[in-house]
């Protein structure tokens, strides 16, 4: 079965470093998410992308959070200069066209800043 | 979006059927109700959506109240891998982009 792979599983960083995470989202999906959930708190939405271009985000994805998908396969989430309370896991999740909330989240980023 | 309430927890004996309530008494005609999982700290998992009549498939079945203000996800023979927090969403079928709001959740605990 299909499913939507995420690298590295843990990332540990220091605070003001540039981070990337990747995914790998299943290949027939069009739609491409990232979300974040802090420990002990909700899963929270960050960004949506669709052709090849930020289609929603939250208040949560400022300047500092950029997504890309450098080519037919991956999609990123970099943060440019991390914080301690970026410190969480980060999911990314794609979608077919036509179900809007059916989405296949990946195993997710733990990102610690220290 | 209609707001969703649900009880923070439940147990369930494993082998029995667990009953997970869901209030959306604020749901308009257009909205849809999904269920979702997230099993210790994995990634949310799709578990089943419905608009006004009952679904089943191979992981659970839901039920809607006929005026939709309620739901409830039923596991039929819950085992200890179903020890999740599940999570009851209702969000209008074509809106925004399809990002998911989160709440709370049930956090369902099988035991055996």
């Known amino acids: 079965e299909p499913e939507v792979t995420q690298t590295p599983s843990h990332q540990v960083t220091q605070m003001g470093q540039e981070v990337i995470l990747r995914c790998v989202p299943i290949?027939?999906?069009?739609?491409f998410y990232w979300y974040r959930q802090i420990l002990g708190q909700k899963v929270e939405f960050l960004v949506s992308f669709y052709n090849n271009e930020i289609s929603e985000k939250s208040e949560i994805f400022d300047d500092q959070f950029s997504v890309e998908r450098p080519d037919g396969s991956n999609f990123t989430l970099k943060i440019r200069s991390t914080k301690l309370e970026d410190s969480a896991m980060y999911f990314c999740a794609s979608r077919e066209q036509v179900i809007f909330y059916e989405q296949y989240f990946g195993p997710g980023t733990r990102l610690t800043v220290t | 979006d209609a707001k969703t309430t649900q009880p923070p927890s439940m147990d369930c004996a494993e082998g029995r059927a667990a009953n997970l309530p869901c209030n959306h008494s604020t749901i308009s005609g257009n909205e849809y109700v999904y269920w979702y999982r997230q099993i210790h700290s994995q990634g949310p998992q799709y578990i089943i959506h419905?608009?006004?009549n009952n679904e089943t498939n191979e992981m659970a079945s839901l039920i809607i109240t006929e005026d939709r203000k309620s739901s409830t996800l039923i596991l039929p023979h819950a085992t200890l891998r179903d020890t999740a927090v599940y999570y009851c969403?209702?969000?209008?079928?074509?809106?925004?982009?399809?990002?998911?709001?989160f709440g709370k959740g049930t956090k369902l605990s099988v035991k055996p």
């Open positions: 419905g608009l006004k």
């Open positions: 969403i209702v969000r209008y079928y074509g809106g925004s982009q399809g990002n998911l709001i």
């Open positions: 290949s027939n999906h069009l739609y």
